[in-house]
């Protein structure tokens, strides 16, 4: 209960004074902790299949292939250090290659150089598609129309023999063909998110944030951006998994990655004459590729899963 000033000097007249608390009669009550995000997540990990657990061992193990490549390889990627074709022995494990150069090494590098453009280049087109799906589902009208027609262009050209065709005309460095398979992979990335962001700008929300006058970036970030996160973050581990795929793919056709770096798609078609002689070494970088995409597909399933409130 509050007291005013005229009731205070009333009080004081009549000899009556006011309680005074010492610090050390408050007894305080300790606050119930919260379960931290850490926590939920651990409890998730714990509920998740076997399928998932073997995901995130293969993306780990991936991941600290690429991190730690110059202090795990034995030699450097360019390196010669044997002959041509050496077999498998306990100095070269996976023998060595065309040149001389030791497989086991460049599969290592292989990791850190095909994994690293994929994830920038994923990164690329999600900034790219993600921008332009949200700024067409909120402004509308021609923007989203004229955007949507231009998708629409991009994605009726096969994206392979487009990527090749741009490649061989501007050159096959590593920024060139990080943009292009950004920018053509970007117009997945459009449709859906314009698609779920739909949903979303329609709510009260939304409208009731622009009736504040608050501005189209403050909209699409703290508004439209956390409700439509669960399939984005689904969708950048299937858009991974193709890029990566094509980076391999124009890799072995000799227009992505190119020598002396190493990248698991031109390992595939330097050691390919191999096979001819019953030599499975070619099969190797072409396995990392499998295995990592099999690892990424059941993480984003387990993901989707658990996300869609689905239950088992």
Same mark, same amino acid.
């Given at each position: 209960?509050?007291?005013?000033?005229?009731?205070?000097?009333?009080?004081?007249?009549?000899?009556?004074? *006011?309680?005074?608390?010492?610090? &050390?009669?408050?007894?305080?009550?300790?606050?119930?902790?919260? /379960?931290?995000?850490?926590?939920?997540?651990?409890?998730?990990?714990?509920?998740?299949? +076997?399928?998932?657990?073997?995901?995130?061992?293969?993306?780990?193990?991936?991941?600290?292939?690429?991190?730690?490549?110059?202090?795990?390889?034995?030699?450097?990627?360019?390196?010669?250090?044997?002959?041509?074709?050496?077999?498998?022995?306990?100095?070269?494990?996976?023998?060595?290659?065309?040149?001389?150069?030791?497989?086991?090494?460049?599969?290592?590098?292989?990791? /850190?150089?095909?994994?690293?453009?994929?994830?920038?280049?994923?990164?690329?087109?999600?900034?790219?598609?993600?921008? +332009?799906?949200?700024?067409?589902?909120?402004?509308?009208?021609?923007?989203?129309?004229?955007?949507?027609?231009?998708?629409?262009?991009?994605?009726?050209?096969?994206?392979?023999?487009?990527?090749?065709?741009?490649?061989? $005309?501007?050159?096959? &460095?590593?920024?060139?063909?990080?943009?292009?398979?950004?920018?053509?992979? &970007?117009?997945?990335?459009?449709? !859906? *998110? /314009?698609?779920?962001?739909?949903?979303?700008?329609?709510?009260?929300?939304?409208?009731?944030?622009?009736?504040?006058?608050?501005? +189209?970036?403050?909209?699409?970030?703290?508004?439209?951006?956390?409700?439509?996160?669960?399939?984005?973050?689904?969708?950048?581990?299937?858009?991974?998994?193709?890029?990566?795929?094509? $980076?391999?793919?124009?890799?072995?056709?000799?227009?992505? $990655?190119? @020598? @002396?770096?190493?990248?698991?798609?031109?390992?595939?078609?330097?050691?390919?004459?191999?096979?001819?002689?019953?030599?499975?070494?070619?099969? !190797? @970088?072409?396995?990392?590729?499998?295995?990592?995409?099999?690892?990424?597909?059941?993480?984003?399933?387990?993901?989707?899963?658990?996300? &869609?409130?689905?239950?088992?």
């Amino acid at each position: 209960m509050s007291i005013n000033a005229d009731e205070f000097e009333m009080l004081a007249r009549e000899g009556v004074t *006011t309680p005074t608390v010492e610090p &050390s009669d408050v007894v305080t009550q300790p606050l119930p902790m919260r /379960r931290g995000s850490v926590d939920a997540a651990w409890r998730a990990l714990k509920a998740a299949p +076997l399928t998932a657990w073997f995901g995130l061992f293969v993306i780990a193990f991936y991941a600290a292939l690429a991190i730690f490549a110059p202090l795990i390889a034995p030699h450097a990627q360019s390196a010669v250090v044997g002959n041509q074709y050496e077999p498998w022995s306990a100095e070269f494990p996976f023998g060595t290659d065309q040149l001389g150069r030791d497989m086991l090494s460049r599969l290592i590098y292989g990791a /850190r150089n095909t994994i690293g453009i994929a994830v920038m280049t994923t990164l690329l087109s999600f900034c790219i598609g993600g921008v +332009l799906g949200l700024l067409a589902s909120i402004i509308g009208g021609w923007t989203d129309q004229l955007l949507g027609r231009a998708v629409d262009i991009l994605m009726a050209i096969p994206q392979l023999i487009f990527a090749l065709m741009l490649l061989s $005309i501007v050159g096959s &460095s590593i920024p060139n063909l990080i943009l292009i398979i950004a920018v053509l992979d &970007s117009t997945r990335v459009f449709r !859906l *998110t /314009r698609a779920v962001a739909m949903n979303v700008v329609v709510l009260d929300f939304v409208e009731a944030a622009r009736l504040q006058g608050e501005k +189209l970036g403050w909209i699409m970030a703290r508004e439209i951006l956390p409700n439509i996160l669960p399939p984005l973050v689904a969708e950048f581990g299937l858009r991974f998994c193709f890029v990566f795929l094509t $980076i391999s793919a124009l890799s072995f056709l000799g227009l992505g $990655i190119q @020598p @002396p770096t190493a990248d698991w798609g031109s390992m595939v078609r330097e050691n390919a004459t191999l096979i001819a002689y019953g030599d499975v070494t070619p099969l !190797l @970088p072409a396995g990392c590729i499998a295995l990592l995409t099999v690892g990424v597909n059941f993480v984003v399933d387990w993901f989707l899963h658990k996300t &869609s409130g689905l239950k088992e």
